[in-house]
């Protein structure tokens, strides 16, 4: 047996541990300081009670014979598909149910898509980016190439003819930066996949945190769209769900490459190889998109949205540059003094032990950079908040 040797090539990632044992360290030393985490890209809110709910009501359905379910249908159950597809005719995007595939997050599909892919395709990831899109693609043996997202691009990197990529990943809103795609920028991105037999993987997980309407939420909203992009979103962020698992991947009907339908493809892959997402876990999804679920997780949304307005405005006042945090639970902020993005990390510890997540862990244009998140409590934000006020000063 000859194992997967791309598995070698993998960058051990050390950005999580290292933040872990730095503060295990200072809090040994220092057991009587309050560290305060805004690093986690988890929620804290819990689950709202119209999930719930659902999920108890759907609990006690199973434990009755004539509402017991056995083996569900892999690519999700229609009362499901069919909340989705009414909450994209919302935002204008129609589509059909067969389109829809409920999955058990977004992270599972951004690496199972990858399956209908030949090897030799190249791939474009953006610099800085959520790693999965490197490390699927590494596993695989494809070729990556990279585009700078930096601030002289607003963190938002745009096409140009001399790149030559078969499969593009973009992320808006997006982590680590928050930066969102306008819907002119996007056009290019279509454009361009359109007019060079390209495919664009779009991950739209964050797209709840979006408030402006003239903002783009799903890529569908943009002409072009459906011949060349598949679209992957999910309830972690929105609904709390990252414990409970539930997403999406919308896979177009037109998407077809060398007489391929990859709507076909995906659910003759998911049919072999996925077991679908408890019926159980389909019901408290389906809750999300009641009037009661939406408003109740608008709610949360907010909490976290205010929370990362006081975070904004704390380094506005100190003249602090960052983006993100408007359309986005990240705050990107530029390391103060020309620290990198470690000594500063270092610099929030010792002297007001907020712990965040050092930008250069997400790519080399991260460095230099720092993430912020909004998942915190309130309390502790406010904390946080007065603690960098008071040190800025
Ligand atoms: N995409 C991005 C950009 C993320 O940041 C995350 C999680 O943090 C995911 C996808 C994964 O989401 P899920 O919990 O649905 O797998």
Redesign the pocket.
Known sequence: MKPNKNYQNIAQSYLFSTIAKKVNEFSAKHPDKKIIRLGI??VTLPLCSAVVEALKYAAEELGVKETFRGYGPEQGYDFLKEKISQYYSNHNVKLDNDEIFV??????D?GNILDLFDKDNTVLVPDPV?P?YVDTNTMAGRKILYIDANASNDFLPLPDSSIKADIIYL?SP??PTGAVYNKEQLKKWIDYANSNNAIILF?S??ECFITDEELPRSIYEIEGAKTCAIE?C????MAG??GT?C?WTVVPKSLEFDGMNLNKMWLRRQTTKFNGVAYLVQKGAEAVFTPQGQKQITENLDYYKENAKLISEVLTKHNIWHIGGKHSPYIWLKCPNNMNSWEFFDYLLENVQIVGTPGAGFGKNGEGYFRLTSFGSRENTIEAVERLDKFLS
């Open positions: 890209g988890d999955s058990d997050g977004a992270k599972s951004l959520y999965v992320c997006n982590n991950d997980a964050y992957f999910s309830l972690s962020k769900f990252t698992r997403g």
